[in-house]
């Protein structure tokens, strides 16, 4: 089975997917809300089959504490060469305790504000996509 798409996209292999979610950034945490999807922008570590992330009071605090469903979105774009990768993954919140038990994860909050409790996403489905540069293109 090919893994090109036919559109200018392929589906990225498992390993793909976790190598780039081995990278220090940003995502997108997406969690169930009653009008529309809460978006979160999380800088995030992977633990093994989490994804984890710092959080202080609020949503995506009581999201973990009642082990709701989410998604986390990890995007890397070219603008000028107009490529780019995704991947997509999906699970259950929950909070880990002690927090400190991610303390050896490269996970330092990037706001000022409190950070006190760690939040891991588990890794139940993970797919990614690249857009492949054009080729023959002017």
């Given at each position: ?6 559109d ?11 190598e ?7 995502g ?5 809300g009653?009008a ?7 800088n995030?570590?992977?633990?093994g ?12 605090l009581a ?15 070219d ?19 002690p927090?400190?038990s991610a303390?050896?994860?490269?996970l330092r ?17 993970v797919s990614g996509r ?9």
């Open positions: 089975m090919s893994d090109d798409v036919g200018g996209t392929r589906i990225l292999t498992d390993e793909e997917c976790l780039l979610l081995d990278r220090p950034g940003v997108v945490l997406a969690l169930c009653v529309a999807p809460i978006l979160r922008p999380v995030f570590a992977r633990d089959d989490h994804v984890v992330v710092r959080t202080g009071e609020g949503r995506i999201a973990a504490q009642g082990q709701e469903p989410a998604s986390f979105v990890l995007s890397a774009v603008g000028f060469e107009h490529t780019g990768q995704s991947v997509v993954v999906t699970g259950s919140l929950s909070e880990r305790l927090p400190d303390a050896s994860l490269p909050p990037w706001v000022r504000s409190p950070k006190h409790h760690v939040v891991a996403l588990t890794m139940d489905e690249e857009i492949e540069p054009m080729r023959g293109a002017s």
